[in-house]
């Protein structure tokens, strides 16, 4: 239900109100020019002394209507110069001080451009008026509006010329916005404040993106908006947006690569899409890595609302981490030209496998197979292209004596049980954003997995294990593997082929395995199955890494994998995809903090962040358990940071941040969408914002007088002549 609203009268200058003295003068004029007459007898006098007599009444009436419209006159002028104008406050006095919020949309789509100005630069421009509109006495609070919006002036401030100032200097971020969020910093501002009289002024381009609260947050937004409403603030927004627009983003950027190695050929895949309503013609994308400029896309049509693949076949020479970028021709919305990807470039990977059953007689071994499959020129002595994986084979009781951190992937093959320390050692590695792969085999004791790996699903294992299924030394019962139509990206390069190679997967006989029980609601996602339906290879996310738990054994002892062709590529694909979350950490959404982890020995390590403003930001890692962990929330901005780390790490890398391509939709809400997706917020909409960007103080009032007093004057002058003329013919 609406709160009450009482109208109030108030002026813009008051203190002119002063020149209503100058009513008086009609007044004194009259009363100076009445004469005192002295009488003389005259005869004829008695003829006009009766004719006076008869039409005295009506001559002073005259005079009276005259004075009244010539003094009404000059109250009418002096008033309009004072600009009067009614409030509606809820329940409030006009002339009291007031508590202005101003609410800037800082989110991407305000960088959108139109003559050679910002929608942000034009509410900028606005929220200065507003201030400089301000009475004396009254208070400004700033916030942005942004994912997560930032209170740039909490306590209303008096010292309109300082927030002026702070208006001047704001800047807008690259990402979209926490409507929720934004509401309650509002409700908490209003809340600090012991100003009576409350106005909340939203700035904003009206995006649909923006302003859209998702489900989930309904129950929330309705709180926030009911506590609001409580304070019976004076809302008002006002519409920056105008419909249409053109735009075109490059909305998506990656490689078709998981891991990238020196002298390894990658795909770099990008999209470009048109959101405007109009065809967007000769459309083309640039690749440019390191800064320096590489190929250009065929130029294509995109008609509104398509997409256009592209597509740059790339080969990195040196290893080290590069910035590429994907680009189009600038658009009124520029932010969202361009794409980038941080992408490491390693030598090679170095994989550690932990030999549950090490054995020197060649194939007899765990990891034997294995590490033939993932380093086949390196076991065969072949003179050709070298692998990018670089395989190091330690025993079981190695394992504890061993740094982890320089590896890739750690693989553990039928290793028996683990130390709780091994498994804190495990962990930490995750959280550095290494994998982890683990095969079964029968020394595995899955008490002990079930306890200290998967601890009831709060572990690093993706699911519990389960007696074994077959028996391999008897080999009665043979298992197939199904590839679940090749939905995992671990199968999917055989959808598609020719029989002969699928053969060399489904006709691998699998004699004994562990039963993977998967918990409900996780993450995990089965790669592989056995034709049982049971999982045959689980992969899930952990930490900042990657787990890849497999039911059988890595060798011929209970299965027949390792001899088909099948075995190696797959096994590539195991290890590439656990080594990628190295990868995947170095790219993040604009907005959402960036971690990363380092080794124990680097906490208190400094730490500074070049941004993609060219701004320093200092601080320093913090121990977190096991590790040293970087934590760094300051990433508004769309673009590559450097992050430089000192000693005893002294280290170098980089991370981008990409904006949200919800962002570049530009599509917006009108007043009446607006209100059905947030009920229960009383607002005022304005979307003449030229007109208030002259005279910005009539935000906060409602039914000006002043033009209509000044109409009022001219109607009173020439009645007043006509007054005058008519009067004047009438005594004659």
Request: charged share 20%; hydrophobic share 45%; with cysteine.
């Amino acid at each position: 239900m609406n709160s009450p609203l009482i109208w109030a009268l108030g002026f813009a200058n008051a203190p002119l109100l002063y020149g209503l003295a100058a009513a008086a003068v009609p007044i004194i004029i009259h009363l100076l020019n009445r004469r005192k007459f002295r009488e003389v007898t005259w005869a004829a006098m008695r003829f006009l002394l009766a004719a006076i007599r008869k039409n005295q009444r009506r001559i002073r009436i005259e005079q009276w209507i005259l004075l009244a419209v010539r003094t009404l006159v000059i109250l009418l002028v002096v008033a309009a110069m004072a600009k009067p104008f009614l409030e509606s406050f809820g329940m409030v006095i006009a002339g009291r001080r007031v508590h202005r919020v101003l609410v800037l949309d800082a989110s991407l789509s305000m960088g959108y451009t139109s003559a050679g100005t910002s929608r942000f630069e034009q509410a900028k421009a606005l929220a200065a008026q507003l201030v400089k509109a301000s009475r004396r006495g009254d208070a400004i609070s700033v916030i942005l509006m942004g994912q997560p919006p930032r209170v740039v002036i909490g306590d209303p401030s008096p010292n309109l010329r300082e927030v002026e100032k702070e208006v001047g200097e704001l800047a807008m971020t690259h990402g979209g916005t926490d409507l929720t969020a934004t509401f309650a910093a509002v409700d908490r501002v209003l809340e600090a404040s012991t100003i009576g009289q409350k106005e909340v002024v939203f700035l904003t381009d009206l995006q649909a993106a923006s302003w859209r609260p998702p489900a989930e947050a309904a129950a929330a937004l309705k709180r926030v908006l009911a506590r609001i409403e409580a304070r019976q603030p004076r809302s008002v927004l006002i519409d920056l947006g105008r419909p249409g627009g053109e735009n075109r983003a490059v909305t998506d950027l990656h490689l078709d690569a998981p891991v990238v190695t020196v002298g390894t050929p990658v795909w770099v895949r990008g999209v470009v899409r048109n959101f405007s309503a109009t065809r967007a013609e000769g459309v083309r994308a640039r690749l440019t890595v390191d800064g320096r400029l590489g190929p250009e896309s065929p130029e294509e049509d995109l008609p509104p609302g398509g997409e256009l693949p592209v597509a740059f076949r790339h080969q990195f020479s040196s290893p080290g981490e590069s910035v590429l970028e994907v680009s189009i021709p600038e658009d009124p919305l520029k932010l969202d030209d361009r794409r980038r990807l941080v992408v490491p470039v390693r030598e090679s990977l170095n994989v550690l496998l932990v030999d549950g059953h090490f054995q020197s007689e060649p194939y007899k071994a765990e990891t034997d197979y294995l590490a033939q499959a993932l380093s086949p020129t390196e076991a065969e002595g072949s003179p050709g292209q070298p692998s990018p994986l670089r395989v190091e084979v330690i025993s079981e009781s190695q394992l504890p004596r061993r740094e982890l951190t320089p590896y890739d992937v750690v693989v553990l093959c039928n290793v028996a049980q683990f130390s709780p320390a091994e498994v804190s050692a495990l962990e930490d590695y995750l959280k550095q954003g290494g994998g982890v792969v683990i095969f079964g085999g029968d020394q595995v004791l899955p008490e002990t997995y079930n306890r200290l790996l998967y601890d009831d699903g709060k572990g690093l294992l993706p699911a519990s294990l389960g007696p074994t299924v077959g028996d391999a030394a008897k080999k009665e019962s043979a298992f197939g593997f199904d590839p679940i139509g090749y939905r995992h990206p671990l199968v999917a390069e055989y959808q598609g082929e020719a029989n002969a190679v699928i053969i060399g997967l489904t006709r691998a006989h699998t004699y004994q395995y562990h039963k993977l029980m998967i918990p409900k609601g996780s993450k995990a996602s089965v790669a592989l199955a056995f034709e049982t339906g049971d999982p045959a290879i689980i992969e899930a996310p952990r930490h900042r890494g990657t787990v890849v738990l497999v039911a059988t054994s890595a060798d011929t002892g209970w299965t027949t994998w390792p001899v088909h062709l099948s075995y190696p590529p797959i096994m590539q694909q195991i290890i590439l995809r656990a080594s990628a979350g190295r990868l995947s950490e170095r790219n993040i959404r604009v907005g959402q903090p960036y971690d990363q982890s380092f080794a124990a020995p680097g906490a208190a390590a400094p730490v500074s962040v070049l941004t993609p403003k060219g701004q320093i930001v200092e601080t320093r890692l913090q121990p977190a358990g096991g590790v040293s962990q970087f934590h760094f929330e300051q990433t508004d901005l769309s673009g590559p940071y450097q992050v430089r780390i000192g000693p005893p790490l002294n280290t170098e890398s980089w991370f981008a941040a990409n904006p949200d391509p919800a962002e570049s939709n530009l599509a917006k809400l009108d007043q009446a969408a607006l209100a059905e997706l947030i009920p229960g917020w009383n607002f005022i909409y304005v979307s003449d914002w030229n007109n208030l960007n002259q005279d910005a103080g009539s935000v906060g009032r409602r039914g000006e007088l002043h033009r209509p007093l000044l109409y009022a004057v001219l109607v009173l002058l020439l009645v007043e002549s006509i007054l005058a003329w008519k009067f004047g013919h009438n005594e004659s």
